[in-house]
């Protein structure tokens, strides 16, 4: 795993060597190399790339770990991140009153108040208008074969969410 700077140059995380910014830009096209943005309660926040495959929590142990204000509960550290994906530990403080974060890995929504439908669990997604059960395992499963959605409109791609369902989740939704 790599961190990654601001600058021209990346810098390494703890036995992790340097690579340059044209590297970097090339790697970024190796199907075994992701980049993630690890921030909010982490010792180190910045952007780490990872081995393809990798979870939540590989991004947090790369980002130092955890600090002692952050609510490790409130991140579904088993997930799996993708390049360019966002992992925001928000401290206890920011926690929603259930104990949800306003945003973050997994199923939450996001600060907009609407469900991203590319990291949405099935839970999640149930709670849309017009989606039950098995339309939110069509969504996962879609996105499981076909990778992220690009627009939100996209999800009228999904086997069983017509532009009906679409109108109805369109105010409600993000990617």
Do not use: W
Not at 88 to 98: C, E, F, Q, T
Not at 108 to 115: F, L, R, T
């Amino acid at each position: 795993m790599t961190r990654m700077g601001p600058g021209e140059d990346l810098y390494p995380a703890e036995g992790a060597s340097a690579m340059s910014a044209e590297t970097a830009r090339d790697t970024g096209s190796d199907e075994t190399a992701i980049c993630v943005h690890v921030c909010g309660e982490v010792r180190s926040p910045g952007l780490y790339r990872l081995a393809a495959g990798s979870r939540a929590g590989d991004a947090v142990e790369a980002a130092g770990g955890l600090t002692k204000d952050a609510d490790e509960c409130a991140v579904n550290l088993a997930a799996l991140v993708e390049d360019g994906q966002q992992v925001l530990v928000p401290s206890r403080d920011a926690a929603g009153s259930d104990g949800s974060p306003d945003a973050g890995t997994g199923s939450q929504a996001g600060s907009s108040g609407k469900i991203n439908i590319n990291t949405a669990d099935a839970a999640a997604l149930t709670s849309l208008k017009g989606i039950g059960a098995s339309r939110a395992d069509a969504v996962i499963e879609y996105r499981e074969k076909n990778g992220p959605f690009s627009d939100i409109e996209d999800i009228t791609s999904v086997p069983g969410i017509g532009q009906g369902i679409y109108d109805r989740i369109k105010d409600s939704i993000t990617v």
